[in-house]
């Protein structure tokens, strides 16, 4: 079993910036995928960005050139600088972990992302 606590969420002036990080306990058995998803009110949940297990980078268009998510493997964490924040980020953000071995899937408990003025 895993366990994802993310901290980080909050209220941010468009243009602002934010900083997301998420933390992995409990055996993952291998190796896996971490990073992040959004779900807007209304919308579906959608990806952000993650890092597969093999190392390469999933990402969103519209994160290119605002987000940068990064992973330390020795920590079992993830985090998401989220820079020049639109109201259309307005968002839960939810960190995601994906094990390899028994294809199991894990969920934080998310966190609000507010871009308002």
């Known amino acids: 079993q895993v366990q994802l606590v993310e901290s980080g969420g909050g209220l941010v002036q468009p243009g602002g910036s934010l900083r997301l990080s998420c933390a992995a306990s409990?055996?993952?058995?291998?190796?896996?995928?971490m990073g992040w998803y959004r779900q807007a009110p209304g919308k579906q949940r959608e990806l952000v960005a993650v890092?597969?297990?093999?190392?390469?980078?999933n990402y969103a268009a519209f994160i290119k050139g605002r987000f940068n998510i990064s992973r330390d493997n020795a920590k079992d964490t993830v985090s998401l600088q989220m820079d020049s924040l639109k109201p259309e980020d307005t968002a839960v953000y939810y960190c995601?972990?994906?094990?390899?071995?028994?294809?199991?899937?894990?969920w934080g408990q998310g966190t609000q992302v507010t871009v308002s003025s």
């Open positions: 995601h972990l994906h094990t390899n071995v028994g294809g199991r899937t894990y």
């Open positions: 409990g055996s993952t058995y291998g190796p896996y995928t």
């Open positions: 890092f597969t297990a093999d190392g390469n980078l």
